[in-house]
């Protein structure tokens, strides 16, 4: 599977990925992928408990070091190549989701929660690139972009009101910030998740200027 391009992403991280550049393209797409991974395993779920064991299994792999871990899933195998010395950050993406199966309605701090996890997953990977300064400020747009992405995946009306409401509230209490060009990708995502915040709507790419906003962030960051 070539993680510079993994099929099957969603279309805001498919677009944010190519502005991804070297070998930070690569790390980014798997760790959409793994993202994406754990979604449909999620959504699939009809038994909670079901869904806690396959992700207590990725928590469990990813805390064994790389030589130790099962072979043959192409993305397991990525995160060995491509995020060693990180698999603390992916473990809290495993917990983030796993925020998710909690009985409904959704509680904000499962919300929260799951907003963290996967957004401690980027800060990790700030830190992989380098980029120690900006950890904080990709953790940041992270869980901005993880409440809306959440927000737009949600059906009931109760839990959609309320993760409305704290996606608008992170994007209120915040400026825009400005993140260095190997995490591009998480800038088109942060900045696609204020405009849609700011209108109320969780769909980041329902008309032409959320394409041009794209464009905008790809190339400028901000």
């Given at each position: 599977?070539?993680?510079?391009?993994?099929?099957?992403?969603?279309?805001?991280?498919?677009?944010?990925?190519?502005y991804?550049?070297?070998?930070?393209?690569?790390?980014?797409?798997?760790?959409?992928?793994?993202?994406?991974?754990?979604?449909?395993?999620?959504?699939?779920?009809?038994?909670?408990?079901?869904?806690q064991?396959?992700?207590?299994?990725?928590?469990?792999?990813?805390?064994?070091?790389?030589?130790?871990?099962?072979?043959?899933?192409?993305?397991l195998?990525?995160?060995?190549?491509?995020?060693?010395?990180?698999?603390?950050?992916?473990?809290?993406?495993?917990?983030?989701?796993?925020?998710?199966?909690?009985?409904?309605?959704?509680?904000?701090?499962s919300?929260?929660a799951?907003?963290?996890?996967?957004?401690?997953?980027?800060?990790?990977?700030?830190?992989?690139?380098?980029e120690?300064?900006?950890?904080?400020?990709?953790?940041?747009?992270?869980?901005?972009?993880?409440l809306?992405?959440?927000?737009?995946?949600?059906?009931?009306?109760?839990?959609?009101?309320l993760?409305?409401g704290?996606a608008?509230?992170?994007?209120?209490?915040?400026?825009?910030?400005?993140?260095?060009?190997?995490m591009?990708p998480?800038?088109?995502?942060?900045?696609?998740?204020?405009?849609?915040?700011k209108?109320?709507?969780?769909?980041?790419?329902?008309?032409?200027?959320?394409?041009?906003?794209?464009?905008?962030?790809?190339?400028?960051?901000?």
């Amino acid at each position: 599977m070539d993680f510079k391009d993994p099929p099957d992403l969603p279309l805001p991280q498919r677009l944010a990925l190519g502005y991804g550049a070297g070998a930070a393209r690569a790390m980014f797409g798997v760790l959409f992928a793994f993202d994406a991974r754990l979604s449909q395993l999620v959504a699939q779920a009809n038994e909670p408990i079901l869904a806690q064991i396959r992700l207590a299994w990725w928590r469990d792999e990813l805390g064994k070091p790389v030589s130790q871990r099962a072979r043959g899933d192409p993305i397991l195998d990525a995160l060995g190549q491509h995020w060693t010395g990180a698999e603390a950050a992916l473990q809290n993406l495993v917990s983030g989701w796993e925020e998710l199966l909690a009985e409904p309605p959704l509680p904000d701090t499962s919300a929260m929660a799951f907003a963290d996890g996967r957004a401690r997953a980027f800060a990790g990977l700030a830190g992989l690139l380098g980029e120690q300064a900006a950890i904080g400020v990709a953790r940041e747009a992270a869980q901005r972009w993880a409440l809306v992405d959440l927000w737009g995946k949600l059906s009931t009306p109760e839990e959609r009101e309320l993760v409305a409401g704290l996606a608008s509230q992170h994007v209120a209490h915040s400026s825009p910030v400005r993140l260095p060009r190997s995490m591009r990708p998480l800038a088109v995502l942060d900045g696609l998740a204020r405009r849609a915040a700011k209108r109320g709507d969780p769909e980041m790419l329902g008309s032409r200027q959320a394409m041009l906003a794209v464009l905008r962030l790809g190339m400028f960051g901000r």
